[in-house]
C-alpha cells in the first residue's frame, strides 16, 4: 500500500439561537404571521415553514429586556394568550382547543380529528410513558364565560410561517418551569412536508411535549437542540406511520463530522430513537429500559447536568457507557438508504446516506475533530490487484469538550496498512489498523471492509451465508474486554462437536475461524451452531455454510 500523510480538519456548520436582536425580532413576527416592513433575509431554508417556533418564543423571552422600547411594546402585545370565537374540549377532557369556527383562520381539517390527536398524544406521553402532565394554568384562559384549567391549544392560521409553537407564560411553577399554551397551524398546505390532518397530528404530538419539559423539568437555552431533538422524536413515537421526521434528516447525515449539540435538533431525533430500541431489553433496570431511557435523562437534567452529561449518566445506569453507545449509533447511520440491511433503525432505507469522506491511495490520515463526532473514512487499497473498500468511523466522545467549549479538538492519527503494525491491532483476515492520539480513552474505531461489517460491537456472525468459494473466513462475536483470546465451539444441528479451538480475538470483539473442521475438511452445506467463550463471557447462535 502507498504511504503519504494526510492532514485535514472537519469544520463544523454550527446552528445556534444567539442570533442577532432584530433578526430575532423578524423571525418571532414571521412565526406569529405579523406582516413586516422588512424583510427577513433570504436564505436556503426560507421558503420553508419553522418545524417549531419554540426556540425562537423562549429566546425573546429570555432577551426581552434587551429590546428597544418599540419593539418591546410590539412583543407584549403579542406575548398574551391569543382570543378566538369558539372553543371546544377533547373527548377526554385534558384539552381545550380554540378556534375560529369562521373565517380566514378557520380550520381546514376535521376539528374533532385534531381533537382526538391531542387525547392520543396525551394518552401515549402521559398514561403510557408516564411523563408528568404540564402543570395547571390556573384558569388562564377558557371559554369566555368558564376559565379552566385544560391545557390549551389555539388553531391559528400562522401564513404557512411555522408548523406550531409552545409559549411559556409568565407563570413560573417551580425552579425555572412555566405553564404554557400550544398554537397549532390551520391549513399545513402547500409548502409543509406533511399535510392537512397528519401535519396537525405530528405537531401537536410534538408541541405537547416542549410544555411537558419547561412544565415539570426545565427550559435549557444550552440544550436546545435536545429539546426540539425529544419533540420531533415523539412525532414518530405518537404517529410511526407518518414520517415528517425524515425530511430534516439531511443536515445531519451531510455534516456527521460536527460537534453533535451543535445542530437545531431536528435533524437528529434518530438518537432518541436509537436509545429506545438499543435499551429495549430485559437485561436492562426497567426504569431505563426502551423510551425510558429518554425519561430518564429528562430527570437528570434539573439537577444541573447538561444534555450530554445526562446522556452519558442514563446510559451508564443501563449498564453501558456514551462511549459505546455513541459508536454504535454512528454505525446504524452508516447503514441506511441502499445499505439498509434491516438489523439498525426500523426505518433506514428510507433515511438519507452519509457519504464517508475519500481518502484515495492514502493509509495514513491525521484529523482534528470536534467533540461528539463521528467521522467516517473511505480508503481504497489497490495494491493486491483486487480493488478493496475499508470504511472506518472514529468516534469522538469528548462530553466535557462539547459543554464547555465548541472550539475544543482532538487530533488523531489513523493508520491502515495490509502487514502487522506495532502497537496496532487486527480489524480482519488482511488488515491492521492503528489509532493514535493524545486522548485514546475518547476514541473509539469501527469499519467496513469490502461490504462486509466488522464493527466494533459485533453480535452475529458475518458473512452470512458463508461460502468456501467466495469467503476465506468466519468472524464471530467474542468479548475482549479482559480475554485476548476466546475459545471457539462448532457444533452441528444435532449438537455434534465438529471443531473446537482458541481464537486470538481481533479488534477486541470477534474471532476468524477458516471453516475447516478438526481434521481439516471443509463442511457440508448446512446450518451450524456456534458458541465462543472468552473467561467468563459466552455468546452463541447460528450460521450457515454454503459448500459449493
Same mark, same amino acid.
Given at each position: 500500500?502507498?504511504?503519504?500523510?494526510?492532514?485535514?480538519?472537519?469544520?463544523?456548520?454550527?446552528?445556534?439561537?444567539?442570533?442577532?436582536?432584530?433578526?430575532?425580532?423578524?423571525?418571532?413576527?414571521?412565526?406569529?404571521?405579523?406582516?413586516?416592513?422588512?424583510?427577513?433575509?433570504?436564505?436556503?431554508?426560507?421558503?420553508?415553514?419553522?418545524?417549531?417556533?419554540?426556540?425562537?418564543?423562549?429566546?425573546?423571552?429570555?432577551?426581552?429586556?434587551?429590546?428597544?422600547?418599540?419593539?418591546?411594546?410590539?412583543?407584549?402585545?403579542?406575548?398574551?394568550?391569543?382570543?378566538?370565537?369558539?372553543?371546544?374540549?377533547?373527548?377526554?377532557?385534558?384539552?381545550?382547543?380554540?378556534?375560529?369556527?369562521?373565517?380566514?383562520?378557520?380550520?381546514?381539517?376535521?376539528?374533532?380529528?385534531?381533537?382526538?390527536?391531542?387525547?392520543?398524544?396525551?394518552?401515549?406521553?402521559?398514561?403510557?410513558?408516564?411523563?408528568?402532565?404540564?402543570?395547571?394554568?390556573?384558569?388562564?384562559?377558557?371559554?369566555?364565560?368558564?376559565?379552566?384549567?385544560?391545557?390549551?391549544?389555539?388553531?391559528?392560521?400562522?401564513?404557512?410561517?411555522?408548523?406550531?409553537?409552545?409559549?411559556?407564560?409568565?407563570?413560573?411553577?417551580?425552579?425555572?418551569?412555566?405553564?404554557?399554551?400550544?398554537?397549532?397551524?390551520?391549513?399545513?398546505?402547500?409548502?409543509?412536508?406533511?399535510?392537512?390532518?397528519?401535519?396537525?397530528?405530528?405537531?401537536?404530538?410534538?408541541?405537547?411535549?416542549?410544555?411537558?419539559?419547561?412544565?415539570?423539568?426545565?427550559?435549557?437555552?444550552?440544550?436546545?437542540?435536545?429539546?426540539?431533538?425529544?419533540?420531533?422524536?415523539?412525532?414518530?413515537?405518537?404517529?410511526?406511520?407518518?414520517?415528517?421526521?425524515?425530511?430534516?434528516?439531511?443536515?445531519?447525515?451531510?455534516?456527521?463530522?460536527?460537534?453533535?449539540?451543535?445542530?437545531?435538533?431536528?435533524?437528529?431525533?434518530?438518537?432518541?430513537?436509537?436509545?429506545?430500541?438499543?435499551?429495549?431489553?430485559?437485561?436492562?433496570?426497567?426504569?431505563?429500559?426502551?423510551?425510558?431511557?429518554?425519561?430518564?435523562?429528562?430527570?437528570?437534567?434539573?439537577?444541573?447536568?447538561?444534555?450530554?452529561?445526562?446522556?452519558?449518566?442514563?446510559?451508564?445506569?443501563?449498564?453501558?457507557?456514551?462511549?459505546?453507545?455513541?459508536?454504535?449509533?454512528?454505525?446504524?447511520?452508516?447503514?441506511?438508504?441502499?445499505?439498509?440491511?434491516?438489523?439498525?433503525?426500523?426505518?433506514?432505507?428510507?433515511?438519507?446516506?452519509?457519504?464517508?469522506?475519500?481518502?484515495?491511495?492514502?493509509?495514513?490520515?491525521?484529523?482534528?475533530?470536534?467533540?461528539?463526532?463521528?467521522?467516517?473514512?473511505?480508503?481504497?487499497?489497490?495494491?493486491?490487484?483486487?480493488?478493496? *473498500?475499508?470504511?472506518?468511523?472514529?468516534?469522538?466522545? %469528548?462530553?466535557? +469538550?462539547?459543554?464547555?467549549? /465548541? #472550539?475544543? !479538538? @482532538?487530533?488523531?492519527?489513523?493508520?491502515?496498512?495490509?502487514?502487522?503494525?506495532?502497537?496496532?491491532?487486527?480489524?480482519?483476515?488482511?488488515?491492521?489498523?492503528?489509532?493514535?492520539?493524545?486522548?485514546?480513552?475518547?476514541?473509539?474505531?469501527?469499519?467496513?471492509?469490502?461490504?462486509?461489517?466488522?464493527?466494533?460491537?459485533?453480535?452475529?456472525?458475518?458473512?452470512?451465508?458463508?461460502?468456501?468459494?467466495?469467503?476465506?473466513?468466519?468472524?464471530?462475536?467474542?468479548?475482549?474486554?479482559?480475554?485476548?483470546?476466546?475459545?471457539?465451539?462448532?457444533?452441528?444441528?444435532?449438537?455434534?462437536?465438529?471443531?473446537?479451538?482458541?481464537?486470538?480475538?481481533?479488534? *477486541?470483539?470477534?474471532?476468524?475461524?477458516?471453516?475447516? %473442521?478438526?481434521? +481439516?475438511?471443509?463442511?457440508? /452445506? #448446512?446450518? !451450524? @451452531?456456534?458458541?465462543?467463550?472468552?473467561?467468563?463471557?459466552?455468546?452463541?447462535?447460528?450460521?450457515?455454510?454454503?459448500?459449493?
Amino acid at each position: 500500500m502507498k504511504k503519504f500523510l494526510l492532514l485535514f480538519s472537519i469544520i463544523p456548520v454550527v446552528c445556534a439561537y444567539s442570533q442577532n436582536l432584530d433578526a430575532l425580532y423578524a423571525k418571532f413576527l414571521q412565526i406569529k404571521n405579523i406582516p413586516q416592513a422588512v424583510k427577513i433575509p433570504e436564505t436556503a431554508n426560507s421558503s420553508k415553514p419553522i418545524k417549531c417556533g419554540f426556540g425562537i418564543i423562549n429566546q425573546v423571552k429570555l432577551n426581552f429586556s434587551r429590546f428597544s422600547a418599540s419593539q418591546k411594546k410590539t412583543l407584549d402585545s403579542l406575548n398574551s394568550r391569543p382570543v378566538t370565537d369558539t372553543s371546544i374540549v377533547s373527548p377526554s377532557g385534558n384539552f381545550r382547543i380554540h378556534f375560529f369556527k369562521v373565517g380566514a383562520g378557520k380550520p381546514t381539517y376535521d376539528i374533532n380529528d385534531f381533537a382526538k390527536a391531542a387525547d392520543s398524544s396525551y394518552n401515549y406521553e402521559v398514561n403510557y410513558l408516564e411523563y408528568p402532565a404540564p402543570p395547571k394554568d390556573n384558569g388562564k384562559a377558557g371559554d369566555s364565560s368558564n376559565p379552566d384549567d385544560k391545557y390549551d391549544i389555539y388553531i391559528l392560521d400562522l401564513g404557512g410561517n411555522a408548523y406550531g409553537y409552545t409559549q411559556p407564560d409568565s407563570l413560573i411553577t417551580k425552579n425555572n418551569t412555566f405553564t404554557a399554551f400550544t398554537v397549532v397551524d390551520h391549513e399545513f398546505g402547500k409548502g409543509y412536508n406533511t399535510h392537512g390532518i397528519d401535519g396537525a397530528r405530528v405537531t401537536i404530538a410534538h408541541e405537547y411535549h416542549h410544555a411537558i419539559q419547561v412544565g415539570d423539568y426545565l427550559f435549557s437555552t444550552q440544550d436546545q437542540f435536545y429539546h426540539e431533538l425529544t419533540s420531533t422524536s415523539m412525532e414518530e413515537f405518537v404517529y410511526p406511520g407518518i414520517d415528517d421526521y425524515i425530511y430534516y434528516m439531511d443536515s445531519y447525515f451531510s455534516n456527521t463530522q460536527r460537534t453533535f449539540s451543535d445542530t437545531d435538533g431536528y435533524d437528529i431525533a434518530i438518537w432518541n430513537i436509537f436509545l429506545a430500541s438499543e435499551f429495549d431489553n430485559n437485561n436492562v433496570p426497567a426504569a431505563i429500559r426502551g423510551k425510558n431511557i429518554i425519561k430518564r435523562i429528562w430527570e437528570l437534567m434539573p439537577s444541573g447536568k447538561r444534555a450530554l452529561r445526562a446522556f452519558d449518566v442514563a446510559i451508564q445506569e443501563g449498564g453501558s457507557n456514551f462511549k459505546t453507545e455513541f459508536n454504535k449509533f454512528g454505525q446504524w447511520t452508516y447503514f441506511t438508504g441502499k445499505r439498509a440491511t434491516g438489523k439498525y433503525f426500523s426505518e433506514a432505507a428510507k433515511y438519507p446516506m452519509l457519504n464517508p469522506y475519500v481518502v484515495k491511495n492514502a493509509i495514513l490520515i491525521t484529523v482534528n475533530s470536534e467533540p461528539v463526532s463521528n467521522n467516517f473514512f473511505q480508503l481504497n487499497d489497490n495494491s493486491t490487484g483486487k480493488r478493496d *473498500s475499508i470504511i472506518t468511523l472514529i468516534s469522538n466522545s %469528548d462530553i466535557e +469538550g462539547a459543554v464547555s467549549s /465548541t #472550539g475544543t !479538538y @482532538l487530533q488523531f492519527k489513523y493508520t491502515l496498512s495490509n502487514s502487522t503494525i506495532s502497537g496496532g491491532k487486527q480489524i480482519s483476515d488482511r488488515y491492521y489498523s492503528k489509532l493514535e492520539t493524545s486522548n485514546q480513552i475518547l476514541l473509539s474505531e469501527s469499519n467496513v471492509l469490502s461490504g462486509n461489517i466488522s464493527l466494533t460491537e459485533l453480535n452475529y456472525v458475518y458473512p452470512q451465508p458463508f461460502s468456501y468459494s467466495i469467503n476465506k473466513m468466519l468472524y464471530f462475536p467474542a468479548s475482549g474486554s479482559i480475554e485476548t483470546t476466546s475459545t471457539l465451539y462448532i457444533y452441528s444441528i444435532s449438537f455434534k462437536l465438529l471443531y473446537h479451538g482458541e481464537k486470538a480475538i481481533i479488534g *477486541s470483539e470477534k474471532i476468524s475461524w477458516d471453516g475447516m %473442521d478438526q481434521d +481439516g475438511k471443509k463442511l457440508a /452445506t #448446512g446450518v !451450524y @451452531l456456534y458458541v465462543t467463550k472468552s473467561g467468563d463471557n459466552i455468546k452463541k447462535g447460528k450460521f450457515v455454510i454454503y459448500n459449493d
